[in-house]
């Protein structure tokens, strides 16, 4: 992988497991395999883009992007910063942060690239550099999985938000249709070498976020066609499961969603 001009800080971790999320996400961009430009160019960015809408094609439905105009977003594991940029695009002031040097030098370059503004910095979703109250929306989709300490993450992420503001989440569900299907089949998950990767029964996932005033759940992410499985059981999932599955009506399939995504209010 190119090597990334990344900002050079000692975040100051005390915790050794949070040393090796960060050496494993420096060394595992999401997605990245998915990529058919080289790593950083601006055709990179779009491969990421186009992957990430079509697979978490609900996304722009239960997330509008375009709702944040001069609003204070944090993003917290923000990776490459895909998501972000949407909420940069639309006119929000948007800060990432993230554990990887890696991805935040990406993320850099993405902005860069597409001439936005934006705070892309080193940093632990755990032990945030921010003031109480600080951001009208504070957004975390895909990181409190994968942090040492999950309570001490959505602490945080409550405590920067402004009373009358929001935090977005999405963790895994245990109890969902790929969770199944990977048990099953023995396919294995995403990332499921990282050096934590949590994931959560809906009842669980509440109870962490019990300290919240109100927490709406929408369960999402059901089966789309893998591009990144090949032979006999992802023909099976492309040409089978995918179709049968999406028969279903979804009352009936939704509790099963692979993402939990949650939207709190402090
Ligand atoms: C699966 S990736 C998700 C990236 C991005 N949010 C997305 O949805 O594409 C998980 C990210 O969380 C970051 N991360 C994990 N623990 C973190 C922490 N304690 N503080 C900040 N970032 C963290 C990792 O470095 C990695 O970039």
């Not at 992007?65 to 923000?78: N, S, T």
């Not at 994968?146 to 959505?154: D, E, F, I, L, R």
């Not at 109870?207 to 990144?228: H, M, Q, T, Y």
Request: proline letters at 5%.
């Amino acid at each position: 992988m190119t090597v990334v001009t990344a900002p050079q800080k000692n975040l100051g971790m005390k915790d050794p497991l949070l040393e090796k999320i960060r050496q494993y996400w420096n060394e595992h961009i999401h997605d990245l395999e998915l990529a058919k430009h080289p790593v950083g160019s601006k055709g990179f960015f779009q491969d990421l883009d186009e992957y990430r809408f079509d697979k978490l094609r609900y996304l722009p439905h239960v997330v509008d992007f375009q709702a944040y105009a001069d609003r204070k977003i944090l993003e917290v594991g923000c990776g490459v910063g895909i998501d972000l940029i949407r909420f940069a695009k639309a006119g929000a002031q948007v800060t990432g942060i993230d554990l990887a040097e890696q991805s935040v030098g990406l993320a850099r370059q993405y902005f860069e690239h597409e001439e936005v503004a934006g705070s892309l910095q080193l940093g632990n979703g755990e032990e945030l550099e921010f003031a109480d109250n600080s951001f009208d929306m504070v957004y975390a989709h895909g990181v409190i999985q994968y942090t040492s300490n999950p309570k001490k993450m959505v602490d945080e992420l409550r405590r920067v938000v402004k009373p009358d503001g929001q935090v977005v989440m999405m963790v895994y569900n245990r109890i969902s249709w790929l969770n199944f299907l990977s048990q099953t089949l023995g396919v294995g998950l995403e990332h499921e070498d990282a050096p934590v990767l949590r994931k959560y029964s809906i009842p669980e996932f509440k109870d962490l976020l019990a300290d919240f005033s109100e927490v709406g759940i929408v369960p999402e992410r059901f089966p789309v066609k893998s591009r990144l499985q090949k032979g006999a059981k992802a023909a099976f999932f492309n040409l089978f499961f995918v179709p049968a599955f999406n028969l279903v009506p979804r009352a009936l399939t939704r509790n099963t969603g692979w993402h939990i995504m949650a939207f709190a209010k402090k």
